[in-house]
RNA sequence: GCGCGUGUAGCUCAGUUGGUUAGAGCGUCUCGGUGACAUCGAGGAGGUCGCAGGUUCGAGUCCUGCCACGCGCACCA
């Protein structure tokens, strides 16, 4: 028979992609709903966000993913990858405003009805574009069934969830010291924060201490006396105008009787108490922390100490209000001195210590390195500020996730990444889950116009001390109400918050599987078998979607969460865009073809450790590719008409029973490695198999054998072939399916239409 | 400060429960176009296994200490 004139040396990636991807896609065969087994398999992307490109961790992921996919499906089992993507509040709004910025407006400028066109404008045009480049990369997902976290059923999910957490009496409207980045002008949750080490100053200042006797304040700062000053060391001396006490240590005995005294606050000249607290180290500084509560949560803790214990009736009157002196703009506002009002923190810093110096009320300034929050999404520094907010309880919730885990039925892989995640839900504190953008789910809470009184009580546990608003003000609902369940005559206004992004995503294991519209999905496909994904998001979405599957659904999401490694630079860098040192996998298939690049991050993927990137595993992937299209050109050259793949035990040379052992021998530890996840490892198994076994030693040998025992050797040479391209198929899809393409029309009885769906 | 991970050939990495001469890919060197494959074949060079101790008949592998790099958490007044 004639080779095929498409079936030309070298191989070539580019001849062969397109056209055989859209071969699986229009067979059907991704969608589970065309294979009929009792025996299921259930993969979930990790929803990329909309504004996301594919780099090489998604690759990695999907290439994973991907592998077990294909092997289950090869298997026989009911497979299903399911895709979709994340509208990722924060970062999607913030692309569009940048876009914006350079039409020279704000979103403000546009407003929210047509700020959020223009965001859904920019998810229909941009959204889905690293959904295509996974599709480069051979990924098998189930397009049919691509969710994003903001469709109808979705958004319906997310209110659901958001009822039932209510009812259960888990959501409250507190105060707290949130995370509030100034650029977004939004609060953030905890995991959403970068730090980065800064270098700056630790300022020693002078408070001067009011003297008891005096009925009248007296500042003792007269040359001739001793001046008696309460020196007290900040890196934020702009926060004083914020100050509501001094703190010391009750077993400081520098100032042990000191305790009840007054210092008077510089240049306001503000009576305030100096406080007792053990939490002050007597170590640090001075061993006296000013008290901020309105910009610091260790103060703003400290506080409500002492409101809620009335220990300290006589200061009482002085925490009436607590004074908030940084706005939403990082700017000093009111009731800071009108000469610091509208600068930025930085700014007034350096005034406020410079105008100390002239006082002399500074005592010295030291160097300090210290670590500062930023934004995650815009490296904004972060500022601590007291807001009203909505927050989660995590008491339950915290207590299912962890017992999921203590009790096996959910595996982390590698073991250790456990820890990670135990560490958080021992010490996590109340999730802040409204955020102050648009791009989002808006909260289902509504807020009675008339029933405005402030009421509010301080409770939770030690260390994690709260304020909550206790009257009846808010009432969720699904739907605009159409009068008002609290007083029954106002028209109540939605709240404008959105949820944090991380609230939708938590959903995606069962908002993805229809419910709330059936319970069906859930019933038959969960839980699912493994979730793949980066150790950075363990808390931020694995641990929520653990909590929040179990107590919706009552059972778990997945039994295995599969933490792959980071791929990090030559140098042992982290990879990124705007440092330039990413590398874009799209360019990668451009110069060496989708398989090849499969098999270089596969090559290089070992279960424990993060990897440096190196093209060689990809170029030898290459190489290995066009092995095996040159191995079976030479194959399909030996058969001169149609073959079956049977062969007669009796009629077996001693090379061709060495090359089947070996063969079994192979494919049966392959399977034991894809099942525990050592896809590195099951490759280079299929590789010195192929290339040293299969070319180097069983084809030469052929070629040896007189002209009567090829003819029936050749058998062995076509089934060898045959089962190695099954092997291969998971990991080197394109090429595989190409040469089965070819192969098939050798074969007399051909099983399948596609390797895709060969039995393994 | 606490914890985790890593350190093996020029580069990227394997190395099972301690057991001969420490492996692979890429690169490099020599030779070779011989029935598929030069993106190939045959062969070679290249390693004090981070350092120092210890356990052992025997240590890349186990123990202790140290050094270097990376990461996470806490503190961050």
């Known amino acids: 028979m004639k080779v095929p004139k498409v079936f030309l040396k070298p191989y070539n990636s580019k001849l062969v992609e397109e056209r055989i991807y859209q071969l699986w896609e229009k067979s059907g065969y991704f969608s589970p709903d065309k294979i009929r087994s009792k025996k299921k398999f259930l993969i979930f992307l990790p929803p990329p966000n909309v504004t996301g490109s594919l780099h090489l961790g998604h690759a990695l992921n999907a290439c994973i993913s991907d592998i077990l996919i294909r092997f289950k499906r ?55 574009v690293i959904l295509e480049q996974l599709k480069k990369i051979g990924a098998s997902c189930d397009w049919k069934r691509t969710r994003f976290t903001m469709d109808k059923n979705y958004s319906l999910a997310v209110k659901e969830v958001f009822r039932y957490l209510w009812n259960r009496g888990w959501v409250y409207r507190g105060k707290r010291i949130v995370n509030w980045c100034p650029r977004c002008q939004t609060s953030l949750s905890d995991l959403e924060l970068e730090y980065q080490e800064e270098k700056s100053c630790l300022y020693y ?73 053990k939490r002050v180290e007597i170590e640090f500084g001075t061993g006296a922390v000013k008290i901020t509560p309105a910009h610091d949560p260790l103060d703003y803790e400290i506080y409500l100490d002492l409101v809620s214990k009335k220990k300290s009736k006589e200061f009482q009157n002085l925490f009436l209000e607590i004074p908030r002196i940084i706005d939403d703009s990082a700017r000093i506002c009111e009731p800071a001195p009108k000469k610091y009002q509208g600068l930025k923190v930085k700014e007034v810093r350096e005034r406020v210590v410079e105008d100390l110096k002239k006082q002399g009320l500074i005592e010295k300034i030291e160097p300090y390195l210290h670590k500062v929050p930023l934004c995650y999404r815009c490296h904004s520094k972060i500022e601590p500020l007291l807001k009203e907010q909505w927050f989660l309880k995590m008491e339950e919730l915290k207590k299912v996730a962890v017992e999921a885990v203590k009790s096996g039925k959910i595996k982390f892989v590698p ?70 369940p ?100 799209m360019d990668l298939i451009k110069d060496y073809g989708a398989d090849a690049l499969r098999f270089g991050i596969i090559w290089q993927y070992q279960e424990n450790q993060d990897l440096r990137w190196s093209n060689d595993a990809v170029i030898a992937g290459q190489k290995f590719i ?7 050109r030479f194959v399909f050259f030996q058969f001169d008409k149609k073959i079956s793949l049977n062969f007669k035990k009796k009629s077996l040379s001693k090379c061709d029973k060495k090359i089947l052992k070996e063969l079994k021998k192979t494919k049966e530890r392959i399977e034991v490695l894809i099942e525990s996840y050592k896809l590195g490892k099951a490759l280079r198994v299929f590789y010195q198999f192929f290339w040293n076994k299969f070319c180097d030693v069983y084809i030469e040998e052929y070629k040896k054998l007189d002209l009567k025992q090829k003819e029936k050797s050749k058998i062995v040479l076509g089934y060898v072939l045959f089962e190695s391209l099954k092997i291969a198929h998971p990991f080197l899809p394109f090429a595989s399916e190409e040469i089965y393409q070819h192969f098939k029309k050798f074969l007399k009885k051909p099983k399948s239409k596609l390797l895709l769906i060969e039995r393994w």
């Not at 924060?90 to 569009?96: D, E, F, P």
């Not at 990444?417 to 509504?446: A, T």
């Not at 546990?461 to 109400?481: D, H, I, Q, T």
């Not at 993805?512 to 994904?533: A, H, Q, Y």
Request: overall charge positive; hydrophobic content about 35%; some cysteine.
């Open 205 to 277: 200042i002078r408070y001067p201490i009011k003297k008891k006797s005096d009925s009248k304040s007296q500042l003792l700062t007269d040359k001739d006396q001793t001046p008696k000053y309460l020196v007290v060391a900040t890196t934020r001396p702009e926060t004083m105008f914020g100050d509501l006490a001094v703190a010391v240590n009750q077993k400081d005995k520098r100032y042990r009787n000191l305790i009840g005294e007054k210092v008077i606050l510089p240049i306001v000249k503000r009576e305030i108490p100096i406080i007792a607290d």
């Open 486 to 585: 609290i007083c029954g005559k106002c028209q109540p206004k939605q709240v404008e918050d959105v949820f944090d992004t991380w609230f939708s995503s938590s959903l995606w294991i069962f908002g993805t599987l229809n419910w709330p519209k059936t319970k069906k999905e859930i019933n038959f496909w969960l839980p699912s078998d493994v979730l793949c994904t980066a150790k950075d998001i363990i808390n931020l979405w694995v641990a929520r979607m653990i909590f929040m599957t179990i107590e919706i659904c009552h059972k778990i999401p997945f039994r295995d969460v599969l933490i792959h490694p980071t791929i990090l630079t030559k140098e042992g860098k982290r990879m990124s865009k705007s440092l330039g040192t990413g590398i874009d996998p």
């Open 74 to 128: 090869m298997k026989g089992f009911k497979t299903l990858w399911l895709p979709g993507t994340d509208h990722a509040g924060i970062a999607t709004q913030n692309v569009v405003e940048k876009k914006l910025k350079k039409e020279g407006k704000t979103r403000f400028d546009l407003g929210k009805e047509n700020f959020l066109k223009r965001v859904w404008e920019w998810k229909e045009k941009y959204g889905n």
């Open 415 to 484: 073991k250790r990444w456990e820890r990670i995640y135990f560490n958080w839900l021992k010490n996590v504190k109340d999730w802040c889950l409204s955020r102050q953008i648009w791009w989002g789910h808006q909260l289902p809470i509504w807020e009675c116009a008339t029933n405005g009184s402030e009421k509010w009580e301080v409770g939770g546990e030690k260390g994690g001390k709260r304020e909550m608003r206790v009257e009846k003000k808010y009432f969720f609902s699904l739907e605009k109400p159409k009068k008002c």
């Open 626 to 632: 066009n092995k095996i299209w040159n191995a079976s």
